[in-house]
């Protein structure tokens, strides 16, 4: 999250500069006014600077050709969710003198510099020099270790989770390779929180790995086939790093487990060990997008965690003593931790059930309507594998609720329907 200096913008490539419009508008609107070091000093401004900075972006994209919500080009204008500031505010594209950010100095002109080489980006301005690293080169997909080190990670996501790698094994092989890398760290953290270990054991390794994480994000990092790969998806694709270290703040929370209070707290724990996973992928699945798509990759990841949590009550009961059930809510359908312990299903806990379904449901519905934003070769993958993922729950209700004594699971038949569904509708 940065605005690159604005003498970049006419030099930034397709993506950067897209993803500075996707910024801009997250700024201008829910944004505006949220802590984040590279930002901050946007926020010492009137909103009619950004404003200013946001049209040149704007005007960037539409000599390249690329269309701009009209509605952006209000100064007004704060997004679909949040209110307009009033008439009293300029309307008037203000010209400043020198830069229209003063901390745009051409100190931060070389940090940006060097921060687009560590992503592969290399941009000659006439009196400034950056070089590569020593013993730094860019490397490709398609180079034999390169391509040992996506194996590595194809191998993880194949051997844990048959229904994701169903879904984006059908993805370009570059994206697919980038898929299996973000899945192999998810995995690697996920394994901290629920191996066997004794709780200060998984308390350590998760350490250890945000210290390989600090090392990953300092370009520094281990040389392990993980953050090799790791390395080549953040110099192919316009990552953000906060969801990686997002995602490890949710196995924290598993490690240091409570019982969510209220359906609220239980999407913010589904934020953060699976929507943050929706906001990894976004940069591959969606890498010419122009809108602002990190609220439907929230909404998707939430849903599928939701449904894995609705898949799984007996096992997290039984095996890792955990009730992710909301407590308002089993009290709301007088439905017991006793009731849970036995594995009753009566009418309360269908109740229950249904209705954490139906806000999963309403979540997946969301993010649909938002899928012709994504990249063409990306549709066919997202689609299958939220099908396949909303199919879990039809299959629940298929076997009559039973989540304690039956592993609940989308067939092979009803896969391959899912399949043909999304293939006529591409």
Request: charged fraction near 25%; include cysteine.
């Amino acid at each position: 999250m940065r605005l690159w200096h604005e003498s970049l913008i006419p030099l930034l490539p397709r993506q950067q500069l897209l993803g500075q419009h996707r910024e801009c508008c997250a700024l201008r609107g829910k944004g505006w006014g949220k802590s984040h070091s590279t930002v901050n000093y946007v926020f010492a401004y009137a909103p009619e600077r950004l404003f200013s900075y946001h049209a040149v972006v704007m005007a960037e994209m539409k000599r390249r050709g690329f269309s701009v919500d009209k509605l952006w080009e209000n100064p007004l204008y704060r997004g679909k969710q949040c209110e307009p500031y009033n008439a009293n505010h300029s309307n008037e594209f203000t010209q400043w003198d020198g830069p229209i950010y003063p901390e745009h100095n051409r100190a931060y002109l070389v940090e940006c510099l060097d921060n687009l080489l560590s992503k592969g980006i290399q941009i000659e301005l006439e009196g400034i020099s950056i070089g590569y690293p020593q013993g730094w080169e860019v490397v490709n997909m398609d180079t034999e270790p390169m391509q040992a080190d996506f194996a590595y990670c194809e191998a993880i996501i194949k051997k844990h989770s048959k229904s994701f790698y169903y879904a984006f094994s059908q993805l370009p092989v570059e994206k697919a390779n980038a898929v299996y890398a973000i899945y192999a760290f998810c995995r690697t953290a996920d394994d901290c929180a629920d191996s066997s270990q004794p709780h200060l054991e998984k308390l350590a390794s998760l350490h250890r790995l945000k210290k390989e994480l600090d090392l990953f994000r300092d370009h520094a990092e281990v040389d392990l086939p993980l953050w090799r790969a790791l390395r080549q998806v953040f110099t192919t694709y316009d990552m953000d790093i906060q969801p990686f270290y997002d995602q490890l703040t949710g196995q924290w929370m598993d490690m240091n487990f409570a019982i969510p209070k209220t359906i609220s707290e239980l999407e913010s724990y589904s934020y953060y060990v699976a929507g943050s996973v929706g906001l990894m992928l976004l940069p591959v699945l969606a890498s010419k997008a122009v809108a602002d798509l990190r609220p439907s990759a929230i909404h998707l990841g939430t849903a599928m965690q939701i449904t894995n949590i609705l898949r799984d009550i007996g096992e997290d009961f039984h095996t890792k003593q955990r009730i992710y059930l909301p407590k308002e809510e089993m009290e709301r359908f007088r439905y017991t931790p006793e009731d849970l312990r036995h594995g009753f299903i009566n009418e309360n806990f269908v109740h229950l059930w249904e209705k954490l379904a139906k806000r999963a449901e309403s979540l997946y519905d969301l993010f649909y309507s938002s899928i012709d934003l994504y990249d063409d070769d990306s549709k066919m993958p997202l689609l299958l594998s939220a099908g396949v993922y909303r199919g879990i729950l039809d299959a629940v209700r298929s076997n009559d609720y039973d989540c304690f004594s039956k592993r609940n699971f989308v067939s092979k038949e009803n896969r391959n329907k899912i399949s043909a569904a999304v293939s006529n509708c591409s």
